[in-house]
């Protein structure tokens, strides 16, 4: 039997306010446990929540991109569970009337688009945290992120791959980066993933028994935890097995998913409106101001990058990924012209992207500015350089050796154009190397290569590549 994989994500995505959704609480990353806990974040007797402006603004920025329903009235309810960094008993958050209804993201798989419908988007807080690791026999509990506010963003089962939940939750990263909403951050915790997976036969309508994988907060994680998955489950059920609805861990050391607990329902947690919070009516001029002040956002900007620079579709969905690399880019067109920005995309997604992952670096912290690869790419662009001296250069200037034009001079890296000298060169390597003459008056192309080769070696990298094929093509008829 052929099966199909169906994955639904819930995506928890960190809101960027400096202080908590229902206090004043700061919600800056790893101050010491329990020290921006106040009394409303750890429920003490007699407090009461009020909502952060901000938070509901940026909750209205992502429902805009997306293209949603902004409930003009949305009510937040209490999720009632109980888990020791939980300190009131339940959580707020909304269900009945979520801030945003509706919407999609269109991803790119390939060379194909396709649309993933956003069910509803709403906010809520977060729990605290609790540490296993570090206290023999006890468990610590530290709640600084009580109270951090979250919007929750939950896909259609619309997903049929590991590959397509990836790229969804890739661009749902990069739009909540474009927005300003989110840092985006995964390693801290401020964006990461719930998937839901099933399996059907092939060209099945009904949905499979899902099991929900918890807290995901890699890409490569969610790839592997998916795929893990959907054979576990292919494989329970070929084996005449059932599949139990329930939520799951990924151990990214076994890369494999155990079972955690059963999974609840809805009316599991008793949802109902919380009699502390009014309900949340947000005026049509409130929304039109925050409509006004939408950046371009990265199906806008790919678009844009295809149609203004001559980019393919590949070069521009990299280059879009991020905000910041989109500006990087943009501001090393600037400098060498729009005539050139192939050939900046092609230094960017390559000698620029590759040194940054070995460093684990993003490119806003990047040792080379835009500037100083503009000016890298002048010195290859007017033949001051060869392409592959420009790496030797890029290398220098990534240790902080100054900029091209410094690095060049230091090291005599300058090209020779010399006609006169390289005809030289080209008359000494036609003579020392007989046989490849040969092979290339006979008709064989990849001996001019050799040739070339040679005359490369002898400058050290120096002559002008083209420069030398041209003299040698004309030499050898």
């Excluded at 003490?44 to 329903?69: D, H, Q, S, T, Y």
């Excluded at 790496?391 to 154009?417: C, P, S, Y």
Aim: aromatic letters at 6%; one cysteine or more; hydrophobic letters at 40%.
């Amino acid at each position: 039997m052929e099966w199909e994989v169906v994955i639904g994500l819930e995506v928890h995505a960190q809101l960027s306010t400096r202080s908590k959704i229902f206090s004043g609480a700061a919600t800056r990353y790893g101050a010491a446990p329990n020290t921006q806990a106040c009394a409303v974040d750890i429920a003490l007797p007699g407090v009461l929540p009020v909502l952060n402006k901000g938070a509901v603004e940026r909750a209205i920025r992502f429902g805009l991109a997306i293209g949603a329903r902004i409930n003009r009235e949305s009510v937040f309810a209490r999720k009632n569970y109980f888990y020791p960094d939980l300190p009131k008993g339940y959580q707020i958050s909304q269900y009945e009337r979520p801030i945003i209804e509706g919407g999609s993201i269109t991803i790119a798989v390939g060379d194909q688009e396709k649309v993933i419908r956003i069910t509803r988007a709403h906010l809520e807080e977060d729990a605290g945290k609790s540490l296993h690791e570090d206290f023999h026999g006890m468990t610590g509990i530290d709640l600084n992120r009580a109270g951090t506010p979250l919007l929750e963003i939950v896909s259609e089962p619309d997903l049929r791959s590991a590959e397509e939940a990836v790229a969804y939750a890739k661009a749902l990263h990069a739009l909540v980066q474009y927005l300003d909403i989110c840092d985006g951050n995964m390693q801290e915790g401020s964006f990461r993933c719930d998937a839901n997976v099933s399996v059907r036969p092939r060209g099945s309508d009904a949905f499979g028994t899902r099991c929900e994988i918890k807290n995901l907060n890699s890409f490569r994680f969610l790839e592997k935890a998916i795929e893990y998955e959907a054979s576990r489950q292919i494989e329970i059920l070929e084996a005449g097995g059932f599949i139990e609805q329930e939520t799951r861990l990924y151990d990214s050391d076994r890369g494999e998913t155990r079972s955690m607990r059963s999974k609840e329902e809805a009316f599991d947690y008793r949802y109902f409106p919380d009699p502390d919070l009014m309900p949340l009516r947000i005026p049509e001029e409130m929304i039109e101001s925050i409509r006004a002040s939408l950046p371009e956002l990265p199906h806008a900007k790919r678009s844009r990058f295809m149609s203004q620079y001559g980019l393919s579709a590949y070069d521009a969905g990299v280059l879009t990924t991020s905000r910041a690399m989109a500006a990087y880019f943009e501001a090393v067109v600037a400098e060498v012209g729009a005539a050139h920005a192939k050939v900046a995309a092609n230094w960017v997604m390559g000698e620029l992207a590759g040194a940054l992952n070995r460093e684990g670096r993003e490119i806003s912290v990047s040792p080379i500015s835009a500037a100083q690869l503009a000016g890298l790419i002048a010195r290859i662009l007017d033949n001051t350089i060869s392409g592959k001296i420009a790496k030797e250069v890029f290398e220098a200037m990534w240790a902080g050796e100054g900029d091209a034009d410094t690095i060049i001079e230091r090291r005599g890296l300058r090209q020779i154009t010399d006609a006169g000298a390289l005809e030289r060169l080209v008359e000494e390597v036609i003579a020392a190397n007989p046989k490849s003459v040969e092979e290339y008056r006979a008709g064989k192309d990849r001996a001019l290569n050799a040739l070339v080769g040679q005359v490369m070696k002898r400058t050290q990298g120096k002559a002008n590549p083209q420069q030398v094929t041209q003299l040698l093509k004309a030499r050898l008829g």
